[in-house]
C-alpha cells in the first residue's frame, strides 16, 4: 500500500490534524492561501512532516524518491518567465538530469502538448503568462510524471470563466487515466474542481473564528 502521509502540525495559528491520502483517493484541505504555503514549505523541510510510505519503505518531503512519485501543481508558481512552455513542461526532468526520463518525457511531450492545446506555443518564451497557462504547464508536468499522487494548490482559482471548464475536464481526466491520489489546498470549499472528495476539511485562523 502506498500513502502520501503528514503529520499534526502548527500551521501559523492553526492545527492541522494528522492525516493521509491513498492512492486513487481525493481529499481537500480548505484554508487561506497563507496556510497553504506553510504546508508546502513544510513538506520540504529536513525531517519532514510530509512523507510517502510505500512497500519499498518511507521518502521524506523534499527527498529524490519522492520528488519522483509525487507532482505538485502551486497556484501561478509553474512557469520561469525567461524559459520556453517547453523546458518549463520539461523541467523537472532536466533538473533531475537523468538521460532515460528526460528521453522518455521529451518523446511524449508532442502528445501532451496537442491535448493541452499548446502545440504552436512550445516555443514561445513564457514571459508572464495567465493563471490558465500556469495551471497547463503544473498539468502538463503532472502528465509527463505518471505520479502516484498530485498536491494541488488553488489550481482553478483564478482561471478565466470561459476557460474553467475545459480546464475541470482536463484535470478531472489526468487523475483519472492514472489512478493518482490527490490532496487539494483550497482557499474555498466552492473552488469547482470537479473531483469527488472522499474528505474535505476546512480550517480558518484564530482571528477568523473570533
Not at 484535470?171 to 487539494?184: I, K, P, R
Request: net charge negative.
Amino acid at each position: 500500500m502506498t500513502r502520501l502521509c503528514w503529520k499534526a502540525m502548527t500551521l501559523l495559528d492553526v492545527q492541522i490534524p494528522e492525516g493521509h491520502v491513498l492512492s486513487g483517493e481525493k481529499r481537500r484541505l480548505v484554508m487561506p492561501r497563507r496556510y497553504q504555503l506553510d504546508w508546502l514549505k513544510k513538506m520540504g523541510m529536513p525531517g519532514s512532516c510530509v512523507w510517502l510510505e510505500t512497500p519499498e519503505g518511507d521518502f521524506p518531503g523534499g527527498s529524490e524518491q519522492f520528488a519522483e512519485r509525487v507532482a505538485c501543481m502551486l497556484h501561478q508558481c509553474n512557469t520561469l518567465a525567461n524559459l520556453s512552455l517547453r523546458e518549463n513542461i520539461l523541467l523537472p526532468f532536466l533538473y533531475a538530469g537523468r538521460s532515460a526520463e528526460i528521453a522518455r518525457a521529451t518523446e511524449a511531450l508532442p502528445e501532451v502538448a496537442v491535448r493541452l492545446d499548446i502545440v504552436e506555443k512550445l516555443d514561445e518564451q513564457a514571459g508572464e503568462r495567465s493563471t490558465y497557462m500556469h495551471a497547463l504547464i503544473g498539468l502538463g508536468r503532472a502528465m509527463l510524471m505518471r505520479p502516484d499522487f498530485i498536491i494541488v494548490q488553488d489550481a482553478h482559482s483564478g482561471i478565466q470563466p470561459h476557460r474553467q471548464d475545459m480546464f475541470r475536464s482536463l484535470f478531472c481526466n489526468v487523475v483519472e487515466q492514472f489512478g493518482a491520489g490527490v490532496l487539494y489546498l483550497s482557499s474555498s470549499a466552492k473552488d469547482g474542481s470537479g473531483l469527488d472528495f472522499c474528505q474535505s476539511l476546512e480550517f480558518a485562523s484564530a482571528e477568523e473564528n473570533l
